[in-house]
């Protein structure tokens, strides 16, 4: 099973893996359930956690705390984008084709949050109102936190044709007009900024999934796969 493992430099005991092809991690639009589930049972195998959580993402703002359903050989039942965890080897899986995920970590090593950020969650401020719930629903503080953004759209091929009706002029200093691109990277970095996260703790795989073969994306092949993304708590 294919896998780039991350490690948060100051928070040993939390760990996150990005996943890529070319075997699908989602069950959507999936020729052989079967060969999900085993793909899903391999990097579990690899990775040494106990549980996958994982959601039937919407494209929204809700966030699922502590999710009841151990879903690796079944369909995602609760719908939304966000997902917390304090429980020690349950992973929380991202599914993406393109959008970002986001994986979230508390300096403690002992909350972490899973985020599926794509344009519309971006136009949403997904980010800034998944940082406060977490800081609320656990009595955190935002400048405790350590991101990770994993692969997806680079800003050299996020054209956007339809700016003004799906963004708007408040996001035009992420736009150029030039190349109709807007840059998602640097967006989801100053949400997060702006949220209360700490610049210095706020880390990026910068790797193009339309752009590298090694990922799924939608852009490029219209209908595709999917690539997992899971950060969890490691287990004593």
Known sequence: MNYI???FPDIPNVACAFGTGPRTMA??????????????QSLKASLGFAAWHSLRQVHGVDMIFEPEFETLDRPSIEAGDGMTETRPG???AIKTA????VLIAHASGRYVMALHVGWRGNVQDFCARAVRSFCVRYGLSP???SAVRGPSL????????????????AFRPWYDYR???VDLWRLTRDQLVKAGLDSERIFSLDLCTLS???FFSYRRDKSTGRQASLIWIKED
């Open 5 to 7: 493992p991350f490690a």
């Open 27 to 40: 069950f959507t639009g999936a020729a052989d359930p079967g060969d999900v589930i085993a793909v899903r």
């Open 90 to 92: 349950h992973a929380l």
């Open 98 to 101: 393109d959008c970002q995920p």
């Open 143 to 145: 400048a405790e936190l």
């Open 154 to 169: 680079g800003p050299g091929v996020s054209e956007f044709t339809a700016f003004a009706g799906e963004f708007g002029e």
């Open 179 to 181: 190349t109709r691109r």
């Open 212 to 214: 590298l073969p090694l």
